[in-house]
């Protein structure tokens, strides 16, 4: 299993993003741009967002986790993305509903079983909004950075330049 990638070129500040497909093509096209995604991730990723929504009502600030196939995904990584201002997501098992989304998490990953295990530690960021709060209003990538490698120590997080 390689190490997952989660550097400051893949964590996008103040996202400019009128619609849950904007943002997910802007931050799908960042990881290609950063060599970890080959550019048929762009197009399955928001494929996979209709068919499979991933919106979560976490509370006062929600999330999304959007993924697609291994087959899409050069290298492991995770990309954060701050939203300027919410968009909506449909609710993940629940395409009646959506929620205003303002952190998504986009995953990359290269082999299935490792995307369920960091799910699972994700999950624990998720239900904590005091650690929310404090990636919406970090100042900086480098702070986000600190953030969730101090909540996923541990995960093999590696930086770096691509």
Do not use: W
């Not at 997501?89 to 009646?96: A, E, L, P, R, S």
């Amino acid at each position: 299993m390689s190490d997952l990638y989660f550097d400051t070129p893949v964590i996008l500040l103040d996202m400019d993003g009128g619609s849950k497909e904007e943002v997910l093509r802007t931050m799908a096209q960042n990881l290609v741009n950063n060599g970890l995604v080959k550019q048929s991730f762009v197009e399955a990723v928001i494929q996979r967002e209709n068919e499979y929504a991933t919106g979560l009502p976490t509370g006062d600030i929600a999330v999304a986790i959007p993924h697609t196939d291994v087959e899409h995904v050069e290298q492991k990584a995770i990309s954060v993305g701050i939203l300027k201002n919410p968009v909506d997501f449909i609710v993940m098992g629940d395409d009646t509903e959506t929620v205003p989304v303002k952190i998504v998490f986009m995953l990359a990953m290269d082999e299935a079983h490792s995307q369920l295990k960091l799910l699972q530690q994700l999950m624990q960021v998720f239900q904590d909004q005091s650690i929310l709060n404090e990636l919406i209003s970090a100042s900086d990538e480098k702070q986000i950075k600190r953030t969730m490698e101090e909540k996923l120590d541990a995960l093999s997080l590696k930086g770096g330049e691509k």
